[in-house]
């Protein structure tokens, strides 16, 4: 199975600050990786598709980048309604495979 | 609109076997494929595995192979999850979610059913 490894686990940023998570895959995914935000109680939303495809109705504050093992997920602009864990998963080989999410909140 | 809806919280002894619903509208149902993913109380997402709704392939995660079994009733655009022998360690919040795109194997996940929480204690 592909390992998805996340960092930071949380992290706690300003309104307004941009903020970095990364993703590292345990062998190489092509540009197969997705994003979710999760809100507390909520399901899983759709961010980001195949590394940098934004999914329609997302706000662009949000962006992704990466291929191969190394991956980022930005927020250019922390907005208070971003407070959520964020998840990459890859979809290159099955089983489809999650980070451990990164937990986002505001100093 | 698009959305799947789910059935209702469940509580089960362990050996016993739940089966929870996930119906789909607002799109050709037989287009896409449908995941199941669940989360256990205060951790990660963990994929279970995948049907398509076009021709019943499925493809599950090997850790459940054997007590998963993932249908769907092209009838009434549902698909269906049963786990059977469970454990406390399958308490969790089960969710469907649908593919992105309409292909062979899962991808992403466009449109998430709203969860069923599934607590397993004797």
């Known amino acids: 199975d592909i390992q998805m490894t996340q960092s930071p686990s949380s992290l706690s940023a300003s309104v307004g600050d941009r903020v970095t998570i990364t993703c590292q895959a345990s062998q190489d995914i092509s540009n197969y990786l997705n994003w979710y935000q999760q809100k507390p109680g909520k399901a899983p939303k759709l961010l980001i598709y195949?590394?940098?495809n934004l999914e329609t109705g997302v706000p662009s504050r949000f962006s992704g980048s990466g291929s191969g093992t190394d991956f980022t997920f930005t927020i250019s602009s922390l907005q208070p309604e971003d407070i959520a864990t964020y998840y990459c998963?890859?979809?290159?080989?099955?089983?489809?495979?999650f980070g451990g999410g990164t937990k986002v909140e505001i100093k | 609109q698009v959305q799947l809806v789910q059935s209702g919280a469940e509580v089960k002894k362990p050996g016993a076997s739940v089966k929870v619903s996930c119906k789909a509208s607002?799109?050709?149902?037989?287009?896409?494929?449908i995941s199941w993913v669940r989360q256990a109380p205060g951790q990660g997402l963990e994929w279970m595995g995948w049907?398509?709704?076009?021709?019943?392939?499925?493809n599950y995660a090997q850790k459940l192979q054997g007590r998963v079994t993932m249908t769907t009733d092209t009838s009434t655009s549902t698909a269906y999850m049963e786990l059977r022998s469970l454990r406390s360690d399958d308490t969790a919040v089960y969710y469907c979610?649908?593919?992105?795109?309409?292909?062979?194997?899962?991808?992403?996940?466009?449109?998430w059913g709203q969860g069923t929480m599934v607590t397993v204690s004797s």
């Open positions: 607002g799109y050709t149902f037989t287009s896409y494929g």
């Open positions: 998963q890859q979809h290159d080989n099955l089983p489809l495979t």
């Open positions: 195949d590394a940098s």
């Open positions: 049907i398509s709704a076009y021709n019943g392939n499925t």
């Open positions: 979610a649908r593919d992105l795109v309409a292909a062979a194997a899962p991808d992403a996940f466009d449109i």
